[in-house]
């Protein structure tokens, strides 16, 4: 096999592993070493990605299970499992207290969209 060959060859199989990396369905890939994306409840809701790692900052407005919470940040409410989550004591944790959550996204076929949480931080009591 020539040089330009063995060029060409190795090119298109750049090209090819390049092409199956690349996200589908109009999905933009996360930036490396930029963290979970900030987003808004309403966005996560409109087109869960499964597994996808996210930022969210809003108000437990309801315990609805063991480790089980709604989040509300203005723009929807979404369930968040914070099962195994070291959380800060519940009795700082009120109806007005804002709180940053980064977890991933999990998108049942049967369930709405929740988000499973890694770390739960109070903002503002």
Do not use: C, F, W
């Amino acid at each position: 096999m020539k040089m330009q060959e063995r060029l060409l060859l190795s090119a298109l199989v750049l090209l090819a592993a390049l092409g199956a990396a690349t996200p589908s369905r109009g999905q933009a890939a996360p930036a490396r070493g930029a963290g979970p994306s900030q987003s808004n409840v309403a966005d996560v809701l409109k087109a869960p990605v499964e597994g996808t790692e996210i930022r969210l900052r809003g108000r437990l407005v309801r315990q609805v299970g063991e480790g089980r919470y709604l989040l509300s940040d203005g723009s929807g409410i979404i369930r968040i499992d914070a099962v195994g989550t070291p959380l800060p004591e519940p009795s700082k944790i009120t109806g007005q207290t804002t709180v940053e959550v980064i977890g991933e996204i999990e998108s049942g076929v049967s369930e709405a969209p929740a988000v499973d949480v890694h770390s739960l931080t109070v903002i503002s009591p």
